[in-house]
Structures are given as structure tokens and as C-alpha cells.
């Protein structure tokens, strides 16, 4: 998500200066001079003489030892994914020919799917293919798909080579392949590996301007290189520059600068694999504070993941799935939190794993179970069942959707208040109309007034006038520009919830909004009743009614869905939401002590 402006205007100007004070010098001064190199054209003559790919194949030796046993339904995942693979040339609408640096990354079309199609997942998912079913040709498939991949994308033309990151996931994919293989670099894969870390070093302070998965991956991909090129001052760089990364954009509860479920899971496979390459080669422990930051990272996105592997669409959501070595998908995150917990937490949510038995990572200690946690950025509570989580402070970086104080709840692996997610950051013809809807406040599960947005836009990733957050026992304040306040906390006892929103400030009238998950949903007098039952109350006559919204369920996807409104005029001081879940039998079913405005 690039730092990009439009329609930049003189009676914004403020907007811009606050905003970039609230972004800090550091990214500003980096991404000041990456754009000062680009001008002076320095990355452009550090990538114009790329070595060749040697002729050669990439597993000359082919496989080694045996592959581990599977049960017939991973191996059956493992097919599908192989059967949907796309094929090793794809540029969408882009110009291959063209020089990647220059490239327009936005009129052609959505580069996302480009990108996400080139990472080359498929190299490891040939080799287990190859050595679960040798006689069916699936290392002779690899090696043709490889040679078909490098004819098409020469070094540093065409759309696959114009962001770092995206060179960094391809090494890291190529990196696991060899640890599957077991087998140490070809000729061939060290000429890859090579070309790779040059581009990724062409335009290292765009990478870490951005304060968010570019800084982690791309590093993480030159250290990956660095020791499978046995390159000792590179691999020194390289994990300086990620130990930097991970202690400015990781907290130490976990917390990651983009609160992002979706980028959660892409820093957990990203660091997961680059652990798996480090192990191979018995290379020595990562720097601090990587493993640390890594493993209260990992235990963040288990605590918020529904038993079934479903993530709640917190912040931008892209679909990615890194190194998904149990072939679980875009939709099933269990693969991921569980390689990460084993690798850097030392626990586990369950005892088999494919992708972690490819890796030789046996079953570690259950995760213990938490009632409630808090890290940067968000707040969860799981309680007979159900889970919430709540989108909070500080906003130490720049937020990527306006989702202050969201709120989603899940009960078991059924979600009953949602967000809408992301739609695409590129939507095609006819569905520009994404790019406001989904950022927007109203796509998400909080108060708004008056109809405004809280943060005016200034870029298709930026927002200006950040609202100041701070904590509350059990949830947390919000205060936006305009100096309204809205504070919410959260209760739960046994399957009974309750929400309180208490709000101050000039305003003639606000909109509370719960987006319903899938489900029979009907209107009632106080609320809704569906999967769950929500009542909701305040100190001032209330309007509900059912809306139309939309949800975008996975990238590029969107669909209808039903939202609940809950409509004041002013003066209104108070709501209570009570969301009544079905009864378990070993729940209690005490009401929480706030019953009323």
C-alpha cells in the first residue's frame, strides 16, 4: 500500500502538513529519497545489466528423502491446488516489454491478481507433487513451467518486476522449494536468487518508507538470498535491516503497524518461511527482536481466527496465502497461524498439519486459552464461544481504512457482525465506486454523525486528520476532528453481550451500524433476530431499519448484504447493543451488569 497522493489541492495544505507529521520524518525522508534516486535514475542503472539465467534446469539432482505421510484429504487439497494453478504467463493488462520502474501500476488495470499469479507458488507444490507421485511428471511440469516463466518476465520488464516485495516472495517460494527438495541451490537457482536481490535492493527505501509489509518482506527476502548465496555481508545487512523493521512495525504484544488481519497472516508466512529456510541450512537463531515479536505475532492471529481457519476481515484485506505448504487456501488460515506457533511460540492448535509436516515440525504444547487480550491496535475477548474483537488505538501509524472503534463477533465459525472488507484496490470498470465504499466508515460496525467521514481522503492509501484513540477499561475512545467523542466498551458474560457507545459532541443526529453476518435475518421492534438476537437501546427515540450494504468476501469479490441501523437525533448521550447468543449447556447465563443508559 504505496504513500500516493491525488488531487492535491493549496486549501489542503494543512491537512497535509498534520498528516505528515502524524507520519513521522523517517518514512517521509526515506520515501523523499527513494523518489530523488528514481529521478537521478540510480535504481534504473543499477538494474540495466542483469546476469543471464543459465540454460540449465533448476533441480538438476531432482529429490531427496522420502515425503512425509498424509492423509488422504490433504493430499486431495494438495490436487485441487496443483488443478488450479494459473498458468506460468499471465501480465493482465500490462506491458511486458516495458521497463518496470516506469511502469503505470494503475491505468492498465488491477495489478494485484498480476502480481499474486507470479510469486511462483507453485514451485514448492511441484516438488511435494513430485515426490509424493514421482511417475506422474510433476518435476518435468516444474521445470517447463519455470523455463516458460523466465522466457516471458525477462529481469527488470513487464509488471513482475516492478515492486520490490513480489521479487522477495518469489525467493522465499524458491527457498522452500529447495528446503522440500532438499537440495542446495542450482546453478540456475543461484542466478535467480541473484537477479532477485538486486531488484530488491534497487529500491530499498521505498520498501521501508512504507512502514508496513514491504519493509519486513523485502528484507526477509535479501536474507533468504544472502544465506542460499552463502553470502555473509549481505545476509548481515539483510537481517539488520529486518530486525529494524520488526522492532519499529511489530509490537511487542504482538500488534502489527497495519492492523490487518490479511497483512497479519501474509508477516506470519513471510517470517514463517524464512525461519523454515534458516532451520534447513542450520543457519544461526534470528536477530532480536524478531523471534519474540514473531511469536506474540503469531499468537495474536490465533486468538482472533475462528476454529475453521475464517480470519475476520479487519483492515485491507488482499487474499493472500504465502507458502501454503497444507494447500488450505486464501480462506483457511490454520495452515499459517500453525507454522508460526510451532516455529516461534512453541505451541499448537492441533496436532496434524501438513504444511508443518513438510517442514518436520512436530505438535507442540496447546496454545493456552485466553478470556480477553490486548495489543497494539486491537482488543478480543473469546467467552463460551464467541469471540469479539475491537478495533482500537494508538495510531502510531497511518490507518488504512476508516474502522476506529469496528467491532466484529463471531460465534464458533458463524460471523454475526462482519466488515465489509476491501473490494479491490484497483476495481475494474463500473465498480469504482469501491474504492469509497469500502474504506469508509459506514462499511464498518461503529458510530457515525451526521453522514461524515471522520478522516478526509488524500491519496487511495492515505487519510488525513487522524482521530486521536485512547484506551478505556474494556474498550477505548475515539475523538475525531471535529471534536466528537465516541467511547465503547464491551461486556461479556456467558452467551449475553453488551456493547455501550456513550458519544458527546456537536452533532444533529447519528447512525449506529451492525453489519449482519450470512443467516435468516428479521427486523423487530428493538432489533434483529437471526443466528443471534440483538437489542438495541438509548437515552434518546431510535430508528431502525434494515439497509442494503455490501460485503466483499474475498479480493475483488462483492456481493449484497444486510446491515442494521440504528438511527438518533441529538441530544443522544447513550446505546446499548445486547446480543443474545443461543444458550450452551455448559455456558452461564448471568447478564452483564450494565443494563441500561
Not at 253 to 261: I, K, M, N, R
Request: with cysteine; hydrophobic share 45%.
Amino acid at each position: 500500500m504505496a504513500i500516493q497522493a491525488r488531487n492535491l489541492q493549496p486549501g489542503r495544505a494543512w491537512l497535509w502538513l498534520r498528516t505528515g507529521a502524524r507520519l513521522g520524518p523517517l518514512p517521509l525522508a526515506r520515501y523523499g529519497w527513494h523518489r530523488l534516486r528514481l529521478a537521478a535514475g540510480l535504481p534504473q542503472r543499477a538494474l540495466s545489466s542483469p546476469a543471464a539465467l543459465p540454460d540449465t534446469p533448476l533441480f538438476p539432482d531432482g529429490f531427496s528423502g522420502a515425503p512425509p505421510a498424509l492423509d488422504a484429504a490433504a493430499k486431495a487439497r494438495l490436487r485441487a491446488a496443483l488443478a488450479a494453478l494459473p498458468g506460468p504467463v499471465r501480465h493482465g493488462g500490462f506491458d511486458a516489454a516495458a521497463p518496470a520502474l516506469g511502469l503505470d501500476l494503475f491505468g492498465p488495470g488491477d495489478i494485484r491478481p498480476v502480481w499474486e499469479a507470479n510469486r511462483l507458488a507453485w514451485l514448492p507444490l511441484r516438488v511435494q507433487a513430485a515426490r509424493l507421485w514421482p511417475a506422474e511428471g510433476h518435476q518435468a511440469a516444474l521445470e517447463s513451467s519455470w523455463q516458460a516463466w523466465w522466457a516471458a518476465n525477462p529481469p527488470y520488464f513487464g509488471p513482475n518486476w516492478a515492486c520490490g516485495q513480489e521479487a522477495a516472495l518469489r525467493i522465499l517460494h524458491l527457498g522452500l522449494a529447495l528446503v522440500l527438495a532438499g537440495r542446495p541451490p542450482s546453478p540456475a537457482a543461484r542466478a535467480f536468487l541473484r537477479i532477485h536481490a538486486a531488484r530488491i535492493a534497487a529500491t530499498a527505501s521505498y520498501a521501508r518508507a512504507q512502514d508496513n509489509n514491504h519493509a519486513i518482506s523485502e528484507p526477509a527476502g535479501l536474507l533468504a538470498a544472502a544465506w542460499l548465496l552463502q553470502d555473509a555481508a549481505g545476509a548481515a545487512r539483510a537481517e539488520q535491516a529486518l530486525s529494524a523493521a520488526m522492532a519499529r512495525l511489530v509490537a511487542a504484544d504482538g500488534g502489527f503497524a497495519p492492523v490487518s488481519t490479511g497483512y497479519h497472516r501474509l508477516l506470519l508466512d513471510t517470517l514463517g518461511a524464512l525461519e523454515a529456510i534458516r532451520r534447513h541450512l542450520g543457519r544461526p537463531a534470528l536477530a532480536a527482536p524478531i523471534p519474540a515479536r514473531a511469536a506474540a505475532a503469531a499468537v495474536w492471529l490465533a486468538r482472533v481466527m475462528a476454529p475453521g481457519g475464517a480470519l475476520p476481515r479487519l483492515g485491507h484485506q488482499d487474499s493472500s496465502a504465502l507458502a501454503d505448504l497444507g494447500a488450505h487456501g486464501a480462506g483457511d488460515a490454520r495452515g499459517s497461524v500453525e507454522r508460526a506457533l510451532r516455529l516461534f511460540a512453541g505451541f499448537s492448535l492441533t496436532e496434524a498439519e501438513p504444511g508443518c509436516a513438510w517442514l518436520g515440525l512436530g505438535p507442540a504444547p496447546p496454545l493456552p486459552r485466553a478470556a480477553s487480550w490486548t495489543a497494539t491496535g486491537s482488543r478480543g475477548w473469546a467467552v463460551a464461544g464467541a469471540r469479539a474483537l475491537l478495533r482500537t488505538g494508538p495510531l502510531r501509524f497511518r490507518p488504512g481504512q476508516a474502522d476506529l472503534l469496528h467491532c466484529e463477533f463471531w460465534d464458533g465459525d458463524t460471523p454475526l457482525l462482519t466488515d465489509a472488507g476491501t473490494g479491490a484496490y484497483n476495481p475494474p470498470p463500473g465498480a469504482r465506486w469501491w474504492l469509497d465504499y469500502f474504506p469508509a466508515q459506514a462499511a464498518h460496525n461503529t458510530i457515525q454523525f451526521d453522514g461524515q467521514e471522520p478522516m478526509p481522503r488524500l491519496g487511495r492509501f492515505l487519510f488525513g486528520a487522524w482521530p486521536r484513540v485512547s484506551a478505556l477499561p474494556q474498550g477505548a475512545m475515539v475523538t475525531d476532528r471535529f471534536g466528537r467523542r465516541h467511547r465503547r466498551q464491551i461486556c461479556a458474560e456467558g452467551r449475553h453481550w453488551l456493547v455501550t457507545d456513550l458519544v458527546e459532541g456537536e452533532f444533529a443526529r447519528a447512525v449506529l451500524r451492525w453489519r449482519l453476518g450470512p443467516g435468516d435475518w428479521a427486523l423487530q421492534a428493538d432489533g434483529v433476530a437471526g443466528p443471534a438476537r440483538l437489542r438495541i437501546t438509548a437515552d434518546a427515540p431510535l430508528t431502525l431499519r434494515l439497509e442494503r450494504g455490501w460485503e466483499s468476501p474475498a479480493y475483488g469479490q462483492v456481493r449484497p448484504c444486510r446491515v442494521l441501523a440504528a438511527e438518533a437525533e441529538a441530544p443522544l448521550r447513550c446505546l446499548l447493543t445486547r446480543i443474545l447468543l443461543p444458550p450452551l449447556a455448559a455456558a452461564p447465563e448471568a447478564p452483564c451488569r450494565s443494563t441500561s443508559c
